[in-house]
C-alpha cells in the first residue's frame, strides 16, 4: 500500500551559554555531550558569552531551551541580569530557561538558595546532586510535551 512519505521530526534545539566572566570549559563540554545523547540539537555559545551575544543568537532562531552553565562562582550575581535581558526579548518570554552548575563561592546546594535568578526570569535552577538528573527529567518533560512552549505553560 502506497504510504506517504513523513519527513523526520526536527530535534529539539538548545542553546547552551555561560556567563560573561566564565571562562570554564569542561562543564560545557560535559553538557554539551549529555544534551546531544539525549536527542537534543546543541548550539554551544562557549566560555565568556556576552549576554547580548546569547541574547543576540535565541532571539535570531528561537531555541526549544536555553541551558546557563556557570562555575566561577560568579553565577548568583551574573545571571539575574542574564535573565532580565533574555524575558525582554518577545520571542523569548516563554523559552524555558534553566542554570546549573557552582553558583556562588559558598558551595551552595540548595536550589531556593538563590531566589533573585528565579525572580529575574529562570525556570529552574539546577544544583547540587540532583542537578544533572533532574536536567535529564526536564528534557523528558519538554520532548514528550512537544518542546518547549507547553513546558514553559506548565513551569509558569
Ligand atoms: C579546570 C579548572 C580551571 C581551568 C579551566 C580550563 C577550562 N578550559 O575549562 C582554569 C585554570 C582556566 C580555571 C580558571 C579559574 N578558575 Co577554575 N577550576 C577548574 C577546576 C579544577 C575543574 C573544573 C572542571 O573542568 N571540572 C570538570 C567539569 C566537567 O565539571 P564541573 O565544571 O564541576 O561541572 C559539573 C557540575 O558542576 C555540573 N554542572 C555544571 N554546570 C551545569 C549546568 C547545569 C544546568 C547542570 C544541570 C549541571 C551543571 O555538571 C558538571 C558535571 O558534573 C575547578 C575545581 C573543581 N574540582 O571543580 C576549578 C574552579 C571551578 N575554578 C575556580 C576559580 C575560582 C577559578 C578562577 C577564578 C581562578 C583565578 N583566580 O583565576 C579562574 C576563573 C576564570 C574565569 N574567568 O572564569 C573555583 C570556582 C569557585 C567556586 N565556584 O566556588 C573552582 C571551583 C576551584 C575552587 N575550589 O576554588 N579553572
Known amino acids: 500500500m502506497y504510504q506517504r512519505h513523513q519527513p523526520p521530526e ?3 534545539r538548545v542553546v547552551l551559554s555561560t556567563i560573561p566572566s566564565d571562562a570554564h570549559t569542561w562543564n560545557l ?6 544534551l546531544e545523547e539525549q536527542g537534543w540539537e546543541v548550539t554551544n555559545l562557549g566560555a565568556c ?21 556557570t562555575v566561577n562562582g560568579h553565577g548568583a550575581e551574573e545571571a539575574p541580569a542574564l535573565a532580565r535581558a533574555v ?6 518570554v516563554r523559552v524555558p530557561l534553566v542554570i546549573g552548575g557552582k553558583l556562588d563561592t559558598e558551595g551552595s546546594v540548595d ?27 526536564l528534557l523528558d518533560s519538554l520532548s514528550q510535551r512537544g518542546h518547549g512552549r507547553a513546558y514553559a505553560d506548565a513551569v509558569r
Do not use: M
Not at 63 to 68: E, G, S
Open 10 to 12: 526536527s530535534p529539539p
Open 29 to 34: 563540554l560535559f553538557l554539551h555531550l549529555l
Open 49 to 69: 558569552v556576552p549576554v547580548d551575544t546569547l541574547v543576540t543568537e535565541s532571539a535570531a532562531r528561537p531555541p526549544d531551551l536555553i541551558v546557563v552553565s
Open 87 to 92: 524575558r525582554a526579548v518577545p520571542a523569548l
Open 111 to 137: 536550589p531556593d538558595a538563590h531566589p533573585a535568578l528565579t525572580e529575574a526570569g529562570f525556570d529552574a535552577v539546577l544544583i547540587g546532586p540532583n542537578a544533572v538528573p533532574r536536567l535529564l527529567a
